[in-house]
């Protein structure tokens, strides 16, 4: 069974950083996808930042660019979301998702965590 567990949400004031983790297990960890979407209230959700675990090709959203960065750690079949920089407008719940790609990153939607609250106040 396909585990995606996320952890790091928080409440910070504007300017300040978080880092997301999402841990997965019970899935082939290696040469796919795994990514962050976000949703805040009253909005649809979106794709925020995918990695390609096999060779390390990422995207980011327009939105966060230069501000996120997706990285991973295959030891422990675990994916980041480092987020500075943050703004009101960045308050959501972030999930982590994955899916088979390769070898360029795309945003996953195969499998879901159940997703971690970032408020941003300013």
């Known amino acids: 069974q396909v585990q995606l567990v996320e952890s790091g949400g928080g409440s910070v004031q504007a300017g300040g950083s978080l880092r997301l983790s999402c841990a997965a297990s019970g899935y082939t960890y290696s040469s796919n996808c795994m990514g962050w979407f976000r949703q805040a209230p009253g909005k649809e959700r979106e794709g925020v930042a995918a990695?390609?675990?096999?060779?390390?090709?990422?995207y980011y959203a327009d939105s966060v660019k230069g501000r996120f960065t997706i990285s991973q750690d295959n030891a422990k079949n675990t994916v980041y979301l480092q987020m500075n920089s943050l703004k009101p407008e960045d308050t959501a719940m972030y999930y982590c998702?994955?899916?088979?790609?390769?070898?360029?990153?795309?945003?996953?939607?195969?499998?879901w965590g159940q997703g971690t609250q970032v408020t941003v106040s300013s």
């Open positions: 998702a994955a899916d088979g790609c390769g070898p360029i990153a795309t945003m996953p939607r195969r499998y």
């Open positions: 990695i390609y675990t096999g060779g390390g090709s990422t």
